[in-house]
């Protein structure tokens, strides 16, 4: 094997803390990373027997990639030798750690591998930085699932992991919830331009009125999709009176008006709630997105 990659000092302290196998997860990778480069690059390093590339599928989204070499001694080598630092043939440094062993998750069965928080279940097979064979990771999904260095088996997203009890279960993942949601908008129910009738334009808000305020507000009426309120907000950050929902379905958005449109405001502000117009219609009504 060459040296390790040039650049930043390792920083494979964290990454060894877990149990030494021959099976690594390594982070990020260039957004367009394919087979082809992983064995390029990191079959310079050790035998490369499989691996599993992990593009980014959203702007912003490195790559990653499961990587399994010929032992446990070469793949421990890289932990602590790259982790930390820029391999041979990439611009940036990587981060290396052993994957987990699915020891109790199974070897996926029929798909489930352990389930897998952004990886598995409904959001596709794998990504996740657990493994038993191959076979356990799954197709790669619209996510990949690597956005987070563990997982977890609990549904709705993760599975049992085949016939072999349940797959391992942490705590907290390492993704950043917000693009986990703005990767996904258009995937979850509910998704996309809603018709003006399922739309509301609200004012009388008060001033300290949140796009969560609204939701708790709205949301007992019907189903609202995920960027489907809007508190209007001033230079000063405060709500200027104004807001929007939309309303998957417009029978909940007509039950919302009924109840709501008129409502009197403890400091005698009248709440209007109106259906959203078309635009040239009026100045203040307008769309969520």
């Known amino acids: 094997a060459v040296g390790a990659g040039r650049g930043r000092g390792g920083a494979a302290a964290a990454a060894m803390a877990q149990e030494k196998n021959d099976n690594l997860y390594i982070a990020d990778l260039p957004a367009e990373v394919d087979e082809n480069m992983i064995r390029s690059i990191f079959g310079a390093y050790g035998t490369v027997l499989s691996c599993r590339a992990m593009p980014g599928r959203v ?59 952004i990886g598995g279940g409904a959001f596709g097979g794998g990504g996740s930085a657990t493994t038993g064979d191959w076979g356990s990771y799954g197709k790669a999904s619209e996510w990949g699932g690597y956005g987070s260095m563990q997982v977890s088996s609990s549904a709705p997203y993760g599975g049992k992991g085949g016939s072999k009890g349940k797959g391992k279960q942490v705590s907290v993942s390492s993704a950043d919830i917000r693009q986990v949601i703005a990767g996904l908008a258009q995937l979850l129910p509910g998704g996309g331009r809603k018709p003006d009738e399922n739309c509301l334009y609200l004012q009388g808000l008060p001033s300290n009125t949140t796009d969560g305020d609204l939701y708790r507000l709205f949301a007992p009426f019907g189903a609202i999709p995920s960027k489907g309120v809007l508190a209007k907000l001033l230079d000063d950050g405060s709500c200027s009176g104004v807001g929007f929902v939309d309303f998957v379905d417009v029978a909940a958005a007509q039950a919302a008006q009924v109840a709501l449109n008129g409502m009197v405001l403890p400091d005698g502000v009248v709440l209007t709630v109106q259906q959203k117009r078309k635009k040239g219609h009026s100045k203040g009504a307008g769309a969520l997105h």
Not at 61 to 73: E, M, N, P, T
Not at 76 to 91: K, P, R, T, Y
Not at 93 to 116: H, Q, Y
């Open 59 to 117: 702007p912003g989204q490195k790559g990653a990639a499961l990587v399994r070499f010929a032992s446990a001694d070469e793949a421990e080598w890289l932990v602590q030798n790259l982790s930390g630092n820029i391999a041979e043939g990439l611009m940036e440094p990587v981060k290396v750690r052993f994957a987990n062993k699915s020891g109790s998750g199974g070897k996926g069965g029929s798909g489930g591998g352990g389930g897998g928080s």
